[in-house]
């Protein structure tokens, strides 16, 4: 059965809400997935609802990341690293040196440089930049530079700002501009005109965006030798509701909610041992480790004194699917064209030999779990 | 009972000398912080030279046991943690994120300067061997296998490599384990406590030695340092990331923290009387603009953990103890070239020819609060 009309998304939405009543995490809209799942999951995207589904999944992450504390916080960090992930600040450290290794290439003395944080936060991977740019000793680099931090939070927009204008690199009389741009209604850029970017990072952003709109924005505000550098986490769990049986076992389910759960979605074994057929060992055990995380993640929760709003559905992704959307959105993905670029010169060297992927796995290739795309834009000859 | 100054030597107001003096003044300012989630701890805690400041004379006779008496209370601090994260399976909240934050700055940054140190010393080695001192989660050695992903030369670096990460606590070793498996670095764990792995450890065993966030927990340093250096190779180095403060130089700076915590008036009346005449306003002079941010900012860290401490859900934690080893960067620098390591930044430039980051760096601008050093043995 497949539903399109928004009010059968909502009792979808409620049907999910039951499923897991009583358990330690609410599921979250079924919007806040990557939208080209959501056919396996019943739910048809049309050009009727499919403003509805964007807006809807929008609402949902925003107020979730505003409900965050210091607590919720924390309970990630441990989560990720009894997953044997680390954590945020390492994809920070990968995605901060390939960032300056752009950076490099484009300088030149007197040249007004500017740099796009999508998804701040706190500013910890501009922080990671500036680290990364003093190790260097590009003091001369950082003056020229123009760093635009979007973030949908004023309070972390200020304390990013505050914290980055401290940074040990920053001499007292030549800053580089923090210009803070908040969002509104996912106008991610706001008037800011087109090719006005030399470098658009982001560092665990893209698995809250279902839609693939942002990557057309981006692909606008990038100059046409620009670079996009992207860290994120990827895992294909959500792909389909068969994946969330093992989920709901691991969380405490009783068997009759998982036994309504699968009838509902028509599910039986078989399910999963296709769906991982298809998938390459390093995505297996990626999406292992995304298990282990959700689970322990889950453990963590039930510590918090105050019950967390942090939902389970996320709009990950695999590696290929966000290769696949940056190319329909205009990106270069061919590595051996990428190769040919004065921007990713010294990056694709990074890339595995044989590669076909522009991918720098973070754990060398033994899971798919994390890693930097680095890319830009495909320029038409 | 107070004990008289040695000929020819002006008294001190109310100094104590002897280890009866110095356990009684221990005792009296417990009654200060009695029940309190955050405690003052033991004196003996203090960086050695702060001593004098608390009117602790440290003299030939007494040092041996000042000397163990901070050891035995910073193993009995460190005990107490790791049983709490044990027992609660969790780390106890004890910094701010700010302070967190700096701290994976000086980890990146630390990671760098490593791997660029071993570029150095690769030359006609076919080992080199790290240790991660005090290794925690392994979040240091982590990011130094990270740094060295991103550059051809250091991925080819690497499979010279070994790193030995050093921790009291199994389960923070077991933390770090998981992560690097997931690298293709080559390391090993060691469960121990630092001094005896050291003494424990031949000459020249290592070529660079890395610790983040360990030295402010040693009152003396003297001693550790010199047999830091007998356990680096000649030509190795000692790479350091720490908190530098002079919060604790005073009991006047520490009664205003005391305030800030909301310490009732009583127990600050208490504090005073117990260091009567060591509790006035001491002077700046010669203390440089950014080593006051510093202390200000050890300070607002202090007062904000207090606060964070209030959200969290109690499961019989450990108490926080406040006076620590804290000292300033320039002190740190001299405590280094005293136990005969190079910390000259031309000399350094030299001997490390392929280090492109600066060998002493402030990661906040106009504060010694967060701070890395590289030193040459």
Not at chain 1, 348 to 358: H, K, L, M, Q, T
Request: include cysteine; charged fraction near 30%; proline fraction near 3%.
């Amino acid at each position: 059965m497949t539903i399109e009309t928004t009010r059968d998304i909502a009792q979808l939405d409620r049907f999910l809400t039951s499923i897991f009543e009583g358990l330690p995490i609410a599921p979250g809209t079924i919007c806040r997935i990557a939208y080209q799942f959501l056919e396996n999951w019943g739910v048809r995207v049309t050009d009727e609802n499919r403003g509805w589904i964007e807006r809807r999944s929008e609402k949902s992450y925003i107020r979730e990341w505003s409900s965050g504390t210091k607590e919720t916080n924390d309970a990630i960090e441990k989560a990720t690293r009894e997953a044997d992930l680390g954590g945020n600040s390492f994809l920070n450290t990968m995605v901060a040196t390939t960032a300056v290794k752009a950076l490099l290439e484009m300088y030149e003395p007197g040249r007004r440089i500017r740099i796009c944080d999508v998804g701040t936060g706190a500013g910890d991977t501009i922080s990671a930049i500036l680290d990364s740019m003093q190790s260097y000793r590009l003091q001369d680099i950082v003056k020229q530079c123009s760093f635009y931090l979007i973030e949908p939070s004023v309070d972390r927009l200020r304390h990013a700002t505050r914290r980055l204008e401290k940074h040990g690199i920053i001499e007292r009389r030549v800053k580089p501009e923090f210009i803070g741009m908040g969002t509104t209604e996912g106008r991610i850029f706001g008037d800011l005109k087109d090719g006005i970017f030399d470098l658009i990072v982001s560092s665990a952003v893209f698995h809250h965006l279902s839609f693939p709109t942002y990557l057309n924005r981006i692909n606008d505000k990038l100059t046409n030798d620009g670079a996009l550098i992207i860290g994120d986490w990827y895992t294909t769990i959500w792909q389909h509701p068969a994946y969330m049986v093992p989920v709901l076992q691991g969380i405490g389910a009783e068997q009759e909610r998982i036994v309504e759960f699968e009838r509902f979605f028509n599910l039986d074994t078989h399910n999963i041992r296709e769906l991982d057929g298809k998938l390459r060992l390093e995505q297996k055990e990626a999406n292992k480790r995304m298990y282990d995380y959700i689970f322990h993640m889950v453990r963590e929760m039930k510590t918090l004194k105050v019950r967390s709003q942090l939902l389970l559905f996320e709009a990950h992704e695999s590696v290929d699917d966000r290769l696949g959307k940056l190319e329909r959105a205009g990106f270069e993905i061919s590595v051996e064209r990428l190769r040919e670029s004065t921007v990713m010169k010294s990056i694709v060297s990074g890339f595995e030999p044989g590669g076909e992927r522009p991918y720098l796995s973070l754990f060398r290739k033994k899971h798919d779990i994390a890693g930097v795309i680095p890319v830009k834009k495909k320029v038409s000859t | 009972m107070k004990s008289t100054p040695p000929p020819g030597k002006a008294p001190t107001i109310d100094s104590r000398r002897t280890e009866d003096e110095i356990v009684e003044l221990d005792t009296a300012l417990c009654d200060v912080t009695r029940g309190r989630g955050i405690k003052l701890g033991s004196v003996a805690k203090l960086a050695s030279g702060n001593l004098g400041r608390w009117g602790i004379d440290l003299t030939d006779e007494n040092r041996r046991f000042v000397y163990g008496r901070s050891q035995q209370f910073y193993d009995r601090d460190t005990q107490e943690r790791i049983d709490y994260e044990f027992s609660a399976g969790t780390d106890i909240p004890s910094h701010t994120i700010d302070r967190i934050e700096l701290e994976t700055s000086m980890a990146r940054t630390m990671g760098q300067l490593v791997n660029e140190i071993l570029l150095t010393l690769v030359e006609g080695k076919e080992t080199l061997k790290v240790l991660d001192l005090v290794a925690r989660h392994g979040h240091l050695t982590v990011q130094t296998t990270i740094h060295a992903q991103m550059d051809d030369r250091m991925t080819e670096l690497h499979r010279n490599v070994e790193f030995l990460l050093l921790d009291t606590s199994a389960k923070r070793l077991r933390d770090a384990e998981r992560i690097l498996n997931s690298t293709q670095n080559r390391y090993e764990t060691t469960t121990e406590k630092d001094e005896v792995f050291l003494k424990n450890s031949a000459d020249g065993s290592f070529d660079v030695v890395m610790s983040l966030g360990h030295f402010h927990n040693k009152a003396f340093l003297g001693d550790y340092l010199r047999e830091l250096k007998r356990v680096i190779v000649p030509g190795g180095a000692l790479v350091v990331g720490d908190f530098y403060s002079n919060l604790w130089r005073s009991p006047y700076l520490v009664r205003n923290l005391l305030r800030g915590l909301a310490l009732e008036d009583k127990r600050l009346g208490l504090f005073e009387e117990i260091m009567k005449g060591y509790c006035k306003q001491p002077s700046n002079s010669g203390i440089t603009n950014s080593e006051l941010v510093a202390g200000d900012t050890h300070l607002q860290d202090w007062i904000e953990t207090a606060k964070n401490l209030g959200t969290i859900s109690r499961t019989a934690r450990p108490p926080l103890y406040l006076l620590k080893g804290h000292r300033t960067s320039r002190e740190m620098v001299d405590e280094l070239t005293h136990a005969g390591f190079e910390i000259d930044k031309g000399k350094l430039s030299s001997a490390f020819p392929k280090m492109r980051s600066e060998p002493l760096r402030r990661i906040t601008s106009g504060s010694d609060f967060a701070v890395v050093m590289v030193a040459k043995r």
